[in-house]
């Protein structure tokens, strides 16, 4: 299943807005060359006359070869001059060429008919960011993270958990591991998987984070035909990493069990880093999910268990109670 047709649109347009903003540079840095050196100038009109001369040349008959050689000759002694007029103003010798974002497909997105690297990558960024659109990423950072919220005998361990997690985002790479959040509601699993997320997307990557009940209805509506968006799927498999909020808070159903389950094997299979914040333990997953589920966890994820009291519950009530004076 491909990307949505807007999703193609936007990315198609960013690389055209790329290729244009590349142009108009260049075209700029001429006018402003060739106003300060009016010889560069005469250079750039002779060089377009060798090159209809060369077509004239061809269709003209005659001694084609020695024709075309004189012209070559007199083609490259220009460009010479011209590389000198550039290295007496101190300028870099590709100071008049268009500077593209992707020098393979000059930022068309298109190598020989075939899709460029660059407009994959820029297929995957626009489908992350329309599946974050909602998300509150800037609300949860490291830094808002608290440890007072959590009772003596388990700060340490949370503490350990938030620099493991803040590790992960400043190390992140496509090596990383996957990594299972486990504990009670309400313990700072959903506020480290977004503070995760938006670090590793302020470094570059594409990230999809998402509660799983929301994917999974998104999912069903473009399964079932009720949804002209068709990119959702796709966009979970090729994201740099996937993060699973709320795993067990779905309604769950044939469909649902059976695209979780394919989510977290497919990535597996692929070494797409997945990170999975559930409220269930281990036992709950295998009965809600089977034993073909909880083998791939425990074969291939990180676990970190959540520990202490309900953190909204506590802010909650600090913020019922009155100030003092």
Do not use: W
Request: net charge positive; glycine share 6%.
């Amino acid at each position: 299943m491909g990307y949505s047709k807007e999703v193609y649109r936007n990315a198609a347009a960013k690389l055209a807005d790329q290729r244009a903003k590349a142009e108009r540079e260049a075209e700029e840095r001429r006018s402003a060359f060739f106003s300060a050196c009016p010889r560069a100038a005469e250079i750039e009109r002779q060089l377009s006359r060798t090159a209809l001369a060369a077509a004239r040349a061809v269709l003209g008959g005659g001694n084609v070869r020695e024709n075309l050689s004189r012209l070559k000759e007199s083609n490259q002694a220009l460009q010479r001059e011209q590389q000198e007029l550039l290295q007496k103003a101190g300028l870099p010798g590709d100071f008049l060429t268009v500077h593209y974002s992707c020098p393979k497909c000059e930022d068309t997105g298109y190598v020989d008919g075939i899709l460029c690297s660059c407009l994959r990558q820029a297929l995957r960024e626009e489908a992350c960011r329309q599946l974050n659109a909602l998300t509150p990423l800037s609300l949860s950072t490291f830094e808002s993270f608290s440890l007072d919220y959590y009772p003596e005998q388990t700060r340490a361990s949370m503490e350990k958990i938030l620099f493991n997690c803040m590790d992960y985002a400043k190390n992140f790479s496509f090596s990383s591991p996957n990594i299972i959040m486990m504990g009670s509601t309400g313990l700072g699993k959903t506020h480290l998987s977004l503070a995760i997320a938006r670090a590793v997307i302020e470094k570059g990557f594409g990230v999809v984070y998402g509660s799983v009940n929301n994917l999974i209805e998104k999912l069903e509506r473009e399964h079932f035909g009720r949804d002209e968006e068709t990119s959702t799927r796709q966009s979970l498999m090729d994201c740099d990493l996937l993060i699973l909020d709320d795993l067990g808070t779905e309604f769950r159903t044939a469909f649902s069990v059976a695209e979780v389950y394919n989510l977290i094997n497919t990535r597996q299979m692929t070494r797409r880093p997945t990170i999975i914040s559930t409220n269930l333990t281990m036992k709950e997953l295998e009965a809600a999910y089977t034993n073909r589920f909880t083998s791939r966890i425990i074969a291939d994820y990180v676990r970190c268990l959540f520990q202490g009291d309900d953190i909204r519950q506590k802010k909650r009530m600090q913020a019922s109670q009155p100030r003092r004076a």
